[in-house]
């Protein structure tokens, strides 16, 4: 989809408000011509380069190209694209059961089962970008949505590619973006990044599945930031205790301070916890879950 030059609501009924955050606006978007809905996430440029406040076109044209070169179940597709005079539009699919952050949330945390069924889809999606020598960067689950949350096995969507980047062989690339809570010890020292800064958050995120907790959060991102560079976390006994050793096993094989040493995202879907060795394992778990509940 090139960028086109003429005036989104031509094409597009502009709805209700989806999200926004520092990216901008996302609203629900009617299409003209067919009445489908789909979502319309609308990026303030910067009007001089010196001003602060919107994004550089530079960067909005970044997430475009990667967004157009990832077509994936699992992650947030692109359909279209325009730009007016100090925005541009993003026509995107329509992902209705909001953030895997509030569905945890509501639920305090997750059943083993329920958070192998989302990792596996996140690891599906991550692995599929990392193929393509994509990073995205910014892995939270506020980036991680659910298509519709009252299905039984909802679908997962990765979402927000503002942070990513695409990796051309032999190039250095340093970015001191991302989250506090989620981002590894090699950003943080500023060294060398790769695909493996992924790997990282998701062990951050399997943790919070699991427990509810986020294992280095500290009252601020300073502290923050320390407790990850001295690898200071650990499976608290009141948040764990019905945890199997095999989660555990995952969580501790991603949050490995060596990037090169992280399982990769095709490494995690051959690790026990998310691929069963036998159809009796993959029974027993869900006996235990069963207990758990
Ligand atoms: N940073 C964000 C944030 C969001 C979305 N995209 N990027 C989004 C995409 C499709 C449907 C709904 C949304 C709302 C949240």
Known sequence: ALIKLQNVEDFYEIGDMLGSGHYGQVRVVHERSTGTRWAGKFLKL????????????KSVEQEVEILQALQHSNIMALRDVFESKAEVVLIVELINGGELFDFIAEKENLS?????????????GVGFMHSKHIAHFDLKPENIMLSEKEQEHPHIKIIDFGLAHRFTPGEEYKS????????????????????AADMWSLGVVTYILLSGMSPFQGDTDEETLRNIVAMNYE?????????????????????VRDPSERMTADECLLHPWIKPLTRKQAANRSRSSINMK
């Open 112 to 124: 083993e089962n329920e958070a192998i069924e989302f990792m596996k889809q996140i690891l599906k």
């Open 176 to 195: 001191l973006c991302g989250t506090p809570q989620y981002i590894g010890p090699e950003v943080i020292n500023f060294e060398p990044l790769s695909t």
């Open 46 to 57: 910067r009007r001089s380069v010196s001003s602060r406040l919107g994004l550089e076109r």
């Open 235 to 255: 499976f608290e006994e009141q948040y764990f205790s019905e945890t199997s050793a095999m989660a555990k096993d995952f969580i501790e094989k991603l949050l």
